[in-house]
Nanobody, 128 residues
Framework: QVQLVESGGGLVQTGGSLTLSCAASGRTFSYCPVGWFRQAPGKERDIVAA????????YYADSVKGRFTISRDNAKNTVYLQMNSLRPVDTAVYYC?????????????????????WGQGTQVTVSS
């Protein structure tokens, strides 16, 4: 079982930066693909970024490429989302999610239903 807790959200002005953290409990987390999703009011939850278990493969939604960076420190059981050049459209609740590890699989997941564990979310608000 994996439990996830996000932190680092808050209010920031346009152009500012935030770093979100996803701290996990559970011995298998370091082998789990992890994703960051976000959900704005009245909209569906969408993938923002994803990373494989070793940190060697990453994915970014087109809307955040070049501005956001996903990384992980398996020794600390933590995944990060560094967000730069934030825009009002980035305002959303950000969720961390982890998929059960699969032996021999070194990819990441981009679909919501491929993830098994979810955090409670952290609010990011970007003011104009």
């Amino acid at each position: 079982q994996v439990q996830l807790v996000e932190s680092g959200g808050g209010l920031v002005q346009t152009g500012g930066s935030l770093t979100l953290s996803c701290a996990a409990s559970g011995r298998t987390f370091s082998y789990c693909p992890v994703g960051w999703f976000r959900q704005a009011p009245g909209k569906e939850r969408d993938i923002v970024a994803a990373i494989n278990w070793s940190g060697t493969n990453t994915y970014y939604a087109d809307s955040v490429k070049g501005r956001f960076t996903i990384s992980r420190d398996n020794a600390k059981n933590t995944v990060y989302l560094q967000m730069n050049s934030l825009r009002p459209v980035d305002t959303a609740v950000y969720y961390c999610a982890a998929a059960r590890p699969i032996t021999g699989y070194s990819g990441y997941e981009t679909e919501e239903d491929e993830y098994d564990y979810w955090g409670q979310g952290t609010q990011v608000t970007v003011s104009s």
